[in-house]
């Protein structure tokens, strides 16, 4: 079949979505080789990466579709009512960065929904990003023939919002992490040299309110008030939105020095920090799956994190699951662990006994699958 990919989101400086998108293109070019692949670098008229696909290029297997310079060229393009010749007329277009065409006639729409935080609560996002999401999910929910939810509970968000959608075309296809050993060493951020293994806090994600560094800082502030290790508090991630006055937060809580802001690190940066973290703590306050608390179990990471949203999903029995917004229950808890160590080991063990469980081979098979159940059932404007 020939299968229309966007990779619009896999540049150099990708997040969740962009991870998804990479890691299934790669398995799909890996163990399904036969098929026609068309990799778009650019996709609709709400994100654009002009730097794509030089950024993050897949060097066996398919072809690119067109690039553009501009959202008002990629616009002019995607909103095209001859879409779907412009394009090569392929069997599937899988649509990957929240945007959603309607114009496809014959191919089948496959379209990737991760989470609706952005509708939930205005102030864990911007307007625009907030608008140009809801607009997609809205334009999915007409125009798509089948959704591929990223966890339980996106799938049923998803059901909640538009009950009209038939419930046996949205299927749970979980993600995986991006990391293919999970017996690599990594290497330490450039500037950590000064940090000792074992003997650090971390919390892996963009800053952001969703994600929660500031309930986090407090309950840090409150540990290492209460006699706490003083081991340092990594936080590892690009700035995000809505956060400009973060640093002061950390100033007014007298914390500055011990917390480290990395910025955006590179996957073997992120390694060495997951596998020498004293445990991993990600409070994230609404997820679509939670990437970062597989991640860090494939290592090895001790984890603290949500009982909310997919997260349990993720983790298992496998963590300590805590209320995000209790503050007091993550300081107790990292007191708790700190002077636990055999606890902690114990958690390791745990930890990558769980991450084994998420495998992109199967995923890919399960996504092969709706391919083929979708080009076998009828479009869904047909159905009525």
């Known amino acids: ?37 068309s990799l778009f670098p650019s996709f609709g008229d709400f994100y654009l990466d002009t730097g794509m696909p030089h950024n ?21 393009f995607w909103t095209s009512p ?3 010749a412009a394009l090569g007329n392929p069997d599937i277009v899988h649509a990957n960065n929240f945007w959603c065409p309607t114009q496809m006639v014959t191919s089948r729409l496959i379209y990737t929904f991760y989470d ?9 996002t911007t307007e625009a990003n907030r608008i140009g999401c809801f607009d997609g999910i809205f334009r999915s929910a007409i125009a798509a023939d089948w959704v591929v939810a990223i966890s339980n509970n996106s799938r049923e968000h998803y059901l909640n919002m538009f009950p009209h959608f038939p419930e ?25 040299g000064f940090l000792t293994k074992g003997y650090y806090w971390l919390s892996v994600g963009t800053v952001e309110p969703r994600k929660n560094q500031r309930r986090l800082a407090e309950a840090y502030a409150r540990y290492l008030a209460l006699g706490g290790e003083p081991m340092p508090l990594v936080l590892a991630g690009g700035n995000g ?4 006055d973060f640093k002061k937060h950390l100033s007014e809580l007298h914390i500055e020095a011990q917390v480290v802001m990395t910025g955006y690190v590179s996957d073997e940066e992120l390694i060495w920090l997951y596998r020498n973290c004293y445990a991993n703590l990600y409070p994230s306050l609404f997820e679509g799956f939670g990437l970062p608390v597989l991640e860090g179990m494939q290592f090895g990471a001790p984890t603290l994190t949500s009982n909310t949203t997919s ?26 662990l700190a002077s636990d160590r055999l606890e902690r080991d114990k958690l390791s063990l745990a930890a990558r006994k769980q991450a084994s469980s998420f495998d992109w081979k199967f995923s890919t098979v399960a996504l092969l699958k ?6 076998a059932s009828k479009k869904r404007c047909m159905l009525s």
């Open 1 to 37: 079949m020939h299968i229309g990919f966007d990779i619009s989101q896999t540049g150099s400086s990708k997040a969740g979505c962009g991870f998804f998108a990479h890691a299934l293109i790669k398995s799909l070019l890996e163990m399904a080789p036969n098929h026609q692949y």
């Open 56 to 76: 993050n290029p897949y060097l066996v297997g398919g072809t690119y579709g067109p690039r553009h310079i501009n959202l008002e060229a990629a616009s002019k």
């Open 82 to 84: 001859a879409i779907e």
């Open 116 to 124: 609706v935080s952005f509708a939930l609560e205005p102030k864990w």
């Open 168 to 192: 046996d075309r949205i299927r749970v296809l979980y993600p995986c992490s991006r990391f293919v050993d999970s017996s690599a060493l990594g290497r330490p951020p450039n500037k950590l």
């Open 241 to 244: 939105w809505m956060m400009d």
């Open 311 to 336: 997260i349990p999903e993720v983790a298992g029995n496998a963590a300590i699951l805590l209320d995000p917004e209790d503050i007091s229950a993550w300081t107790q808890s990292m007191l708790s």
């Open 370 to 375: 709706i391919y083929e159940e979708a080009l």
